[in-house]
């Protein structure tokens, strides 16, 4: 049973582009967690999405980023215009059931760096 | 504003010392209780999870938690050189699906 999954790995973009982040939860698992890790600081929560549902988005941006989990295919987390502080480590992590927080499970991430 | 708060280290410890890592969270209605590993570049791993007050025993790692005084503590024993990374507090509260994280702690363990 494979783990959460998320690609890509490494995403280099230049200044304005659109980065574009998957997230594929572990099988079974209908409710998917965002985190942001700045460079020296904690992990952030960022949406808490299930199936075509933004449950929590109060961690997120308030202009160019945002976050889909269609009933087919992975939740893509979306940053349009990117800046230089964008660049971070963004994670996900997946759950079976509702407000689940039993120590999920993260993603192995995708390391964003804006240049 | 709920914060968790970690010494930043780096804590060093000897080769099978027993290495202690402290936690202090603000929000009194939190409820669970998480440490995680994280080695440089790699995503961060649960390694224990904690309820309610007292120890939680799992090999060589012990969690304790004392919510009056609210604080959470990891102690690992017989430290290894494999076990040097950053060690993360996580906690959550009402909400559960949503953690609260310090900034972690940079354990290294000499050989």
């Known amino acids: 049973n494979a783990g959460v999954m998320q690609n890509p790995r490494h995403l280099v973009r230049r200044r304005g582009q659109e980065a574009r982040l998957r997230c594929s939860p572990m099988k079974g698992h209908s409710h998917v967690y965002w985190y942001r890790q700045l460079p020296e600081e904690g992990l952030k929560f960022m949406v808490y999405l299930q199936k075509e549902n933004i449950i929590d988005e109060s961690g997120m941006p308030k202009e160019r980023f945002s976050a889909e989990f269609p009933k087919e295919g992975p939740s893509i987390l979306r940053i349009q215009q990117v800046v230089r502080g964008d660049s971070a480590a963004y994670f996900c992590?997946?759950?079976?059931?509702?407000?689940?927080?039993?120590?999920?499970?993260f993603g192995s991430g995708t390391r964003l760096t804006v240049v | 504003q709920k914060e968790v708060e970690q010494n930043s280290g780096p804590l060093s410890v000897p080769e099978g010392a027993i290495a202690s890592l402290n936690c202090t969270y603000s929000d009194r209605g939190s409820q669970s209780f998480f440490w995680y590993r994280q080695y440089s570049g790699k995503s961060p791993e649960l390694i224990m999870s904690?309820?309610?007050?007292g120890d939680k025993e799992d090999g060589r790692f012990t969690a304790q938690l004392n919510k009056a005084s609210q604080y959470v503590s990891l102690l690992i024993r017989d430290s290894q050189p494999s076990d040097s990374a950053t060690y993360l507090c996580a906690v959550s509260g009402g909400s559960n699906y949503k953690l609260t994280f310090g900034k972690g702690t940079l354990l290294t363990v000499n050989p």
């Open positions: 992590a997946s759950s079976p059931r509702d407000r689940d927080s039993y120590g999920y499970t």
């Open positions: 904690i309820y309610s007050n």
